[in-house]
Nanobody, 126 residues
Framework: VQLVQSGGGSGQVGGSLTLSCAGT????????VAWFRQATGKEREAVAI???????RYADSVKGRFVISKDNADKTLYLQMNSLKPEDTAMYYC?????????????????????WGKGTLVTVSP
């Protein structure tokens, strides 16, 4: 299984960017899919998680601004990023979990992901 990321790049404060993550390779059944980010000098953190039941969870820092969605037909995951802030600057990673749904929560997801994208850089400028 490979997760191929696209999108991102540079954005301005208050603007929008969209990230995509296409799943290729062997078929898999995901418990949840997620977006993480890691800013320079900081730990990787979960930003948004989408459960198999369609439920979405967001980190407090992005709630109301970011939207996670998935196109099941082509196994593509999206992160719509609105009202960008300088603190959104980070490397963004998509990920897939195939294990227990217990870990499909913002505070528990980091160690439970089975597949990772290679990351895409998002830079937000004033």
């Amino acid at each position: 299984v490979q997760l191929v990321q696209s999108g991102g790049g540079s954005g301005q404060v208050g603007g929008s960017l969209t990230l995509s993550c296409a799943g290729t390779g062997n078929r898999y059944s995901s418990t949840c899919v997620a977006w993480f980010r890691q800013a320079t000098g900081k730990e990787r953190e979960a930003v948004a998680i989408l459960g198999a039941d369609g439920s979405a969870r967001y980190a407090d820092s992005v709630k109301g601004r970011f939207v996670i969605s998935k196109d099941n037909a082509d196994k593509t995951l999206y992160l719509q990023m609105n009202s960008l802030k300088p603190e959104d600057t980070a490397m963004y990673y998509c990920a897939v979990a195939t294990g227990s749904a217990f870990y499909c929560h913002i505070g528990r997801a980091l160690g439970a992901m089975n597949y990772w994208g290679k990351g895409t850089l998002v830079t937000v400028s004033p």
